[in-house]
């Protein structure tokens, strides 16, 4: 069992930055695929940049804009968010899933999800 807290989401301007934070706790020693996705209203879940097995992903939307890290002794994910959009906007959630190296884009692959952090970009 894992736990994920998500901080750092919060209202910016276009072309702004946020970082996010993801705290992990409870079962961390295992290898784990993880991953930033965001859902705004009315959209599906979409993956955003995910890490393991030592390689990141990030979806085309966010490519040259967002970075993708981890502190493994701190169990802290992050998302470096620089030259916001609007379209940006959404709720932002981190998740994990037990991996040996392989990584997903669907979110339906992964079993632990934060609560989520607002991250809103205005014009």
């Known amino acids: 069992q894992v736990q994920l807290v998500e901080s750092g989401g919060g209202s910016v301007q276009a072309g702004g930055s946020l970082r996010l934070s993801c705290a992990a706790s409870?079962?961390?020693?295992?290898?784990?695929?993880m991953g930033w996705f965001r859902q705004a209203p009315g959209k599906e879940r979409e993956g955003v940049a995910l890490?393991?097995?030592?390689?990141?992903h990030y979806t085309d939307s966010v490519k040259g804009r967002f970075t993708i890290s981890q502190d493994n002794a701190k169990n802290t994910l992050y998302l470096q968010m620089d030259s916001l959009k609007p379209e940006d906007t959404a709720m932002y959630y981190c998740a994990a899933v037990r991996s040996g190296g392989a990584c997903y884009w669907g979110p339906s692959m992964y079993n632990y999800w934060g609560q989520g952090t607002q991250v809103t970009v205005s014009s």
């Open positions: 409870g079962d961390t020693y295992r290898r784990y695929c």
């Open positions: 890490i393991g097995g030592g390689s990141t």
